[in-house]
């Protein structure tokens, strides 16, 4: 290994990651209100990008007590950070080329009219300056930018710089988080489509508040978002967590981005009000936060993904049966969402609620949705007199408050909270059901590669897996015991696992060893491959040993979708392996592990990606799938992702995507649910 490079950046990964997102809005067969969806996402993501990544490449987050960062780690993350911003501009060219070239002109094709950079027509000023004064003139605090200690623009907040004749400056904020972007006019059949921001500049204006305004000039400040959390043992961290909270938008500035015109002295004025540098800014259009496009009036439905049908799952038993537990007792469930239909796992909370048998539910909550269909029926089973434990990880970046909120609601109303472990987050998504049957307790558990969180459930690919296999779950309610009463313990404590694989105690030593097998087997001539299905691969050692097993002769099909570091397709090194991330109509989310193992194709799923906050930070349940059938489904459902001609891309040895050329038209998020539907 010592003759090749073994590892991309993880963060310039990430951006040829966010990059496919964005590619994905060029892509002929995405309908186009569905491309600006994309260009909404590729805009989000980079926003957070600047909050949470840019402040480490700055090295804010690891100046020693003397306030000075190791030179050789600050020139390595400087170069990281150069060379960041460069593929951050090309992609900002390329997103500014697919709108206004290709995105346009399409809806315009539509009657759909977005006005982009282009005065106010005639035929709307009555109607667009009604809908100033009614609905934006209140939200309009312009200020004299006199004394910079009094302007701290909020993060990601939208505002003007303005600028008038006889050299006087001020500021205004663009309240779209208030009143929405975007004003429609329907005028001679067609859709006409204002930005709020020039509907401000030119009433403004007109208003003559600001005296011979000259010119106006977006701009936007990026803050950092990290929390500054004292985990130790015995600290109270829902009151620092609340603490933090309140000062997230108030954090350091790592970006201003400001419209490309701006004039030199301003920008100078600009960077000592926020003190920042100039590298520390990015030059943008006149239109920010375009991840308000996830927003835009949809006027025409033809022009979206046509309205996606959960399948039912294949059980005839399920629909024919009052009680899933009955159920269960049989068969196993295997769930493929979103192409399977969640109602099934809303089921099995709800009955867990309700069912006179149950004596007590635990599960982990990671990201609920705001108005939780879970969350609702954990409270509704503390009402009916269970005993419910829930394991909120309070740590669950930009989920924070929500979860605390119903830690609290769940809390009122009975049941046993459990918060989260100083340095540890628990990212695990299980569920574990006590239930009284002749006098015995059985178990039903759910274990998930994806949060117990409907509303993601319907645009994240996942597997759910319902069962009462006792041996794993017997593990499971250990496990629990565990965090819910042991957890100060947990960095000098092991837990023994034979049939879960849970990091933190033997996830990292059971994958080294099935690799090692697969590389075994090479050795002696006999076939060997892995494959794997990730969100994120970025841990060293995992990475070496998949190196070693490619070496050795094991085949290796990787499917990664966002932060990859491992090189394929060095000779010498990982020539046997290939990478590919699919980037589509849903947030690829779920993780699946097979290893040939001599014929068993051994498989597993679970919540752990291949990082080191996953493997020696997080508590992370994957766990083995046993039915034939639901294997030869999972083996399927790689077989069709490693097929895909669509949606797929290679990354190559740069860390690059490489776009094929479409051939066999294989979508693997349209083939999936054709063969699912057929699966008895």
């Not at 709307?124 to 609905?135: H, I, K, P, V």
């Not at 100078?268 to 520390?280: G, P, R, T």
């Not at 048998?357 to 949705?369: D, K, P």
């Amino acid at each position: 290994m010592k003759n090749h490079n073994l590892f991309n950046n993880r963060d310039i990964s990430w951006l040829y990651f966010n990059e496919r997102v964005l590619l994905e809005s060029q892509r002929d067969y995405v309908p186009l209100l569905e491309k600006l969806k994309f260009l909404a996402i590729y805009s989000s993501n980079l926003d957070e990008f600047f909050r949470v990544r840019i402040p480490l490449l700055h090295g804010w987050k690891k100046l020693d007590k003397k306030g000075k960062l190791d030179s050789t780690d600050q020139q390595a993350e400087l170069n990281v950070y150069k060379k960041a911003k460069n593929i951050i501009k090309k992609q900002q060219e390329l997103f500014g080329h697919i709108l206004t070239q290709e995105i346009i002109p399409g809806l315009s094709k539509h009657n759909i009219i977005l006005h982009y950079d282009l005065a106010l027509p005639e035929f709307a000023l009555t109607t667009l300056r009604e809908f100033f004064l009614a609905e934006i003139a209140s939200y309009l605090h312009v200020s004299k930018l006199e004394d910079h200690t009094d302007f701290f623009p909020l993060n990601n907040e939208l505002y003007f710089f303005i600028l008038t004749s006889n050299q006087e400056r001020y500021f205004c904020p663009i309240p779209s988080s208030s009143v929405g972007r975007f004003k429609t006019i329907v005028h001679e059949e067609k859709y006409y489509i204002f930005f709020i921001d020039d509907i401000i500049k030119h009433f403004l204006a007109e208003a003559n508040l600001i005296p011979n305004i000259e010119s106006f000039y977006s701009f936007k400040v990026t803050r950092d978002a990290e929390l500054n959390l004292q985990e130790e043992a015995g600290t109270d961290l829902t009151e620092a967590l609340i603490k933090e909270l309140s000062k997230r938008d108030f954090g350091i500035a790592t970006r201003l981005l400001y419209q490309s015109d701006l004039p030199s002295e301003e920008l100078a004025i600009l960077l000592d009000c926020l003190n920042l540098k100039k590298s520390n800014t990015m030059k943008g259009g006149k239109y920010h936060n375009l991840k308000d496009f996830f927003d835009f009036p949809a006027h025409n439905r033809q022009l979206e993904y046509s309205q996606a049908v959960s399948i039912e799952p294949p059980f005839q038993e399920l629909l024919n049966s009052n009680s899933i537990f009955s159920v269960l007792q049989q068969q196993e469930i295997l769930l493929h969402t979103p192409y399977h239909s969640y109602d099934t796992v809303l089921r099995f909370f709800n009955e867990a609620a309700m069912d006179e048998s149950v004596q007590s539910i635990w599960v982990t909550l990671y990201r609920l949705a705001k108005d939780s269909k879970i969350g609702r029926a954990l409270l509704n089973a503390a009402q009916n007199g269970k005993k419910v434990n829930v394991f909120v990880e309070l740590k669950a970046r930009f989920d924070e408050s929500n979860n605390l909120q119903w830690a609290r609601r769940l809390e009122q109303a009975g049941v046993n909270i459990s918060y989260s472990i100083p340095k540890i987050k628990v990212h695990a998504k299980v569920a574990l059901v006590e239930r009284l049957e002749n006098e015995q307790i059985k178990y039903y558990g759910l274990l998930s590669t994806g949060n117990l969180n409907e509303n993601t459930a319907k645009v994240y690919t996942d597997h759910s897996l319902l069962t009462s296999d006792e041996k794993p779950l017997k593990e499971l309610a250990t496990l629990f015991d565990f965090l819910t009463k042991h957890r100060e313990k947990i960095h000098d404590k092991e837990l023994v696992f034979h049939h879960l694989l849970v990091a933190h105690f033997n996830l990292y030593d059971e994958f080294m060893n099935l690799i090692d097998h697969e590389i075994e087997q090479a050795k002696a001539g006999r076939i060997a491959f892995i494959r794997i299905k990730l969100n994120n691969l970025e841990e060293e050692t995992l990475i070496k040993k998949l190196y070693e097993a490619s070496s050795a002769g094991v085949r290796i099909e990787l499917i990664v979708r966002s932060i990859c570091r491992i090189i394929p397709n060095q000779i010498g090194l990982s020539e046997n392996i290939t990478v590919r991330r699919i980037v589509g109509r849903y947030l690829e989310h779920s993780r699946i592990f097979h290893f040939h193992h001599a014929g068993d194709n051994l498989v597993y799923i679970g919540s752990s990606d291949w990082m080191n906050r996953n493997i020696y930070h997080r508590i992370e349940v994957c766990f083995p799938i046993k039915n034939e059938l639901y294997k030869q489904q999972l083996l399927k459902y790689l077989d069709i992702q490693l097929a895909d001609d669509t949606s797929a891309s290679s990354i190559n040895n740069l860390g690059q995507n490489e776009i094929p050329e479409i051939n066999n038209f294989i979508d693997a998020q349209e083939e999936i649910p054709r063969f699912l539907i057929h699966c008895d």
